[in-house]
């Protein structure tokens, strides 16, 4: 039995997108190959609310996290920290032998803009990376205040992974001033993974010109240059950029604004479950995610048990992430999943703890 996945990624792929992934095969220099890009390109432009490139990667969204901390920075790197998808991107620094910095908060608490602040005024940095939305600790980084200490730092570069929010919850890309913002397309894009996105500024784009050693399958200049083509350097997913521009329609249809509000409507009807049945949330108040739920399980449930209670059901949660494993457990509220499916998940999960 399949199981519906409320799992913060890879979430739920509707049949009409599984169905684009299985297209007629096409070159990735023919024509036919281009017009597919430049159909894409303006969607995603549209969707993310930016004049910016939006290059594809053929990768998971780690893939553009190592793009980012090599060819944007030739000073020192920002890391704020906040959880194991934000300790990666530092990590990804160091594994490349870049100079960079945590800016490090316990798991569970947002990152402020006065702590970036008084980090950028010591004219040290270059390149600041923030997780928008924290999936291991359920954490939303208040990217709006953030943005706003940015723009007084003109020089430096700010760069955002927002894999586990993009198109869940409204991101003004060139509104908040953000120069590089990224996502895999298996969390609330709602497609197979195995691709990613990402948009780059000019001011980017110029400043990974400066750089040296940038690599080689992710170098932004070299992408940019193909991206005026309307291709890509080395042969790309072919049928998930199929599937995208067949995803990309249907949240258009939708109404990308009601694409955001259906994400915090299921979110909301999970917390006001949680308050109802006294399951505390686990983020620090007033940074809750609305697309990874994150819980204390305050209450000691059994969650590999509920879980494969669960799969009985044809569904699935997710426990905390490494050390939180069983401190939390996370409901993902993603993609293409509807509030009658988070209701009919929330009557399950009565049933079976009897709560
Ligand atoms: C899932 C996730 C990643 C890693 O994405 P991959 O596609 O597995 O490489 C990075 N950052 C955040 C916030 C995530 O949720």
């Not at 913002?181 to 195995?194: E, M, N, S, T």
């Not at 042969?235 to 998930?240: A, D, L, N, V």
Request: proline share 4%.
């Amino acid at each position: 039995m399949h199981k519906k996945l409320f799992i913060p990624g890879p979430t739920e792929v509707v049949k009409e997108v599984r169905d684009a992934m299985a297209c007629e095969m096409i070159g990735h220099r023919m024509k036919e190959f281009s017009e597919l890009y430049n159909q894409v390109i303006p969607k995603l432009q549209q969707i993310l609310y930016t004049k910016n490139r939006v290059l594809l990667f053929t990768s998971s969204a780690t893939g553009c996290m190592e793009s980012v901390v090599r060819n944007l920075s030739n000073k020192k790197t920002l890391s704020c920290m906040c959880g194991a998808f934000s300790d990666r991107w530092y990590n990804i620094a160091v594994a490349n032998g870049k100079k960079a910095d945590p800016l490090k908060v316990e798991w569970g608490y947002a990152i402020k803009p006065e702590m970036i602040d008084e980090k950028l005024k010591t004219g040290e940095y270059d390149l600041v990376t923030l997780v928008h939305n924290e999936t291991s600790t359920g954490v939303k980084n208040p990217i709006e205040e953030i943005s706003e200490v940015m723009k007084k730092y003109p020089d430096v570069i700010f760069a955002v992974d927002a894999v586990s929010s993009l198109t869940g919850y409204k991101l003004e890309v060139d509104a908040l001033g953000i120069d590089v913002i990224l996502a895999g397309v298996q969390k609330c894009f709602a497609l197979p993974p195995g691709l990613a996105v990402m948009t780059v500024s000019q001011k980017a784009a110029q400043k990974a010109k400066t750089v040296e050693n940038r690599g080689y399958y992710f170098d932004i200049v070299d992408m940019l240059k193909y991206d005026e083509k309307g291709q890509t350097p080395s042969t790309p997913s072919i049928s998930h950029i199929n599937a995208l521009n067949v995803q990309l329609d249907r949240m258009l249809a939708e109404g990308i604004e009601n694409r955001f509000a259906r994400h915090k409507k299921m979110s909301d009807t999970i917390f006001n479950w949680a308050e109802e049945k006294g399951i505390e949330k686990f983020p620090e108040k007033g940074y809750e995610s609305w697309t990874v739920v994150t819980l204390k399980n305050n209450r000691n449930f059994n969650i590999s048990e509920l879980n494969k209670e669960l799969g009985n059901r044809g569904k699935t949660i997710s426990n905390g992430y490494g050390k939180l494993k069983d401190i939390t457990f996370r409901i993902a509220a993603m993609g293409d999943l509807t509030p009658s499916d988070i209701n009919e998940l929330l009557n399950d999960i009565n049933d079976i703890l009897k709560i």
